[in-house]
């Protein structure tokens, strides 16, 4: 029986989460993308805390966003949480893509990330 992209996407997320767990030395960098927009958050699971956010939807970097395809915003995304971890003292973390196909925007965002200065 064929399954539904949202079925596959979901049984991909829980092979991915049973074996990326975010501790306090390495929180976990989750992805998701929708249609028009792409957020990242960085978690440490063990205290169940969100450290550090970014989004296309964000008041602070929407206005820089304006008018960019949706790979360049996903780069500039990755860029950002990439800076708000340095500033909250985070090196690596764990990348987590959240059942979505390594490729495209989640590429960029990863991407992005890692020339900013974050290890995973």
Same mark, same amino acid.
């Given at each position: ?8 996407? $979901?049984?991909? &997320?829980? +092979?991915?989460?049973? /074996?990326?767990? #975010?501790?306090?030395?390495?929180? =976990? ?36 966003? $304006?008018?960019? &395809?949706? +790979?360049?915003?996903? /780069?500039?995304? #990755?860029?950002?949480?990439?800076? =708000? ?36």
């Amino acid at each position: 029986m064929a399954k539904t992209k949202e079925q596959t996407r $979901a049984r991909r &997320k829980m +092979s991915i989460r049973k /074996k990326v767990n #975010g501790t306090n030395e390495r929180p =976990r960098l989750s992805v998701f993308r929708s249609a028009k927009h792409i957020y990242a958050q960085v978690i440490d699971d063990v205290a169940h805390q969100t450290l550090a956010t970014a989004s296309t939807v964000d008041e602070s970097l929407k206005t820089s966003l $304006a008018g960019l &395809k949706k +790979s360049e915003k996903a /780069k500039k995304i #990755g860029a950002a949480i990439a800076e =708000r971890c340095k500033a909250k003292g985070i090196e690596a973390v764990v990348f987590d893509r959240n059942g979505f196909i390594y490729h495209g925007r989640v590429q960029a965002l990863a991407d992005a990330a890692r020339e900013a200065g974050l290890k995973f």
